[in-house]
């Protein structure tokens, strides 16, 4: 069975920083993409980032570029999310998926997390 964890939400000040964990299990992380998306209240979701666990390649939105650094612990099936210089406009809800490739076309990713709520207060 496939699981992804995210962990690592909460409520910071503008400027400050967070990371969040997503961790997986159930399939062969080696061969798979993971990627954050977040909804905020009333809006879309947005793709955040997606790193390829096999070669490392990462992607970001351009809302995040500069600000934003997707990672991949293979040997802990774990993908971070470190976010600094945060905005308000960053609060969401935040959710981390597993496809086969990176794209920001939500329906390719069939296995998402249960997600966790960013609050960024100004």
């Known amino acids: 069975e496939v699981q992804l964890v995210e962990s690592g939400g909460g409520l910071v000040q503008a400027g400050g920083s967070l990371r969040l964990s997503c961790a997986a299990s159930?399939?062969?992380?080696?061969?798979?993409?993971i990627a954050w998306f977040r909804q905020a209240p009333g809006k879309e979701h947005e793709g955040v980032s997606c790193i390829s666990s096999s070669d490392g390649r990462a992607a970001y939105g351009d809302s995040v570029k500069g600000r934003f650094s997707i990672s991949s612990d293979n040997a802990k099936n774990t993908v971070y999310l470190q976010m600094n210089s945060l905005k308000p406009e960053d609060t969401a809800v935040y959710y981390c998926?597993?496809?086969?490739?990176?794209?920001?076309?939500?329906?390719?990713?069939?296995?998402w997390g249960q997600g966790t709520q960013v609050t960024v207060s100004s």
């Open positions: 998926a597993a496809g086969s490739f990176c794209t920001w076309y939500r329906m390719h990713y069939t296995d």
């Open positions: 159930g399939f062969t992380f080696d061969d798979y993409a």
